[in-house]
C-alpha cells in the first residue's frame, strides 16, 4: 500500500514562493506518475500538474503554467510543487496523487492521495 504524506504549506503573500513536497513510500515509487491536486472551500478538487515516472513529462492545468513547477526524485521517492507568484486564487487544500495506470489529469485516475496540506494567500 503506498503512503504519501504532503508538507510544505502555509501562508503566504500575493506574490510569494511556496514548495511543496510528497514523500512515498510503501511501494516503488519509480513505476508511479505523480500529480498535485487541489481543493478550495466550497469547490471540487481539480487537477494541477502531473510528472511521468521518470520526470520528462509534464503537464499544467492552464492557470498554472508558468508559475508552477512539478519534479521528482526517485532517489528519495519525493515529487515537489514549487508556486512562484501565488494568487488569491491559488489558496486550497493540495494534494498528491499517485497511480500506475499511465498518465492522467483526472483524480478518477489516481489511486493513492496524501491527506493534503493547507495553502493560504493574502495581501
Known amino acids: 500500500q503506498l503512503h504519501l504524506v504532503e508538507s510544505g504549506g502555509g501562508s503566504v503573500q500575493i506574490g510569494g514562493s511556496l514548495l511543496l513536497s510528497c514523500a512515498v513510500s510503501?511501494?516503488?515509487?519509480?513505476?508511479?506518475?505523480m500529480a498535485w491536486f487541489r481543493q478550495a472551500p466550497g469547490k471540487e478538487r481539480e487537477f494541477v500538474a502531473v510528472?511521468?515516472?521518470?520526470?520528462?513529462?509534464?503537464s499544467y492545468e492552464d492557470s498554472v503554467k508558468g508559475r508552477f513547477i512539478i519534479s521528482r526524485d526517485n532517489a528519495v521517492n519525493t515529487v515537489t510543487l514549487e508556486m512562484n507568484r501565488l494568487k488569491p486564487e491559488d489558496a486550497a487544500v493540495y494534494f498528491c496523487?499517485?497511480?500506475?495506470?499511465?498518465?492522467?489529469?483526472?483524480?478518477?485516475?489516481?489511486?493513492?492521495w496524501g491527506q493534503g496540506t493547507q495553502v493560504s494567500v493574502s495581501s
Open positions: 510528472i511521468n515516472w521518470s520526470g520528462d513529462f509534464t
Open positions: 496523487a499517485a497511480t500506475a495506470r499511465g498518465m492522467g489529469v483526472s483524480e478518477r485516475e489516481f489511486d493513492y
Open positions: 510503501g511501494g516503488t515509487f519509480s513505476v508511479y506518475t
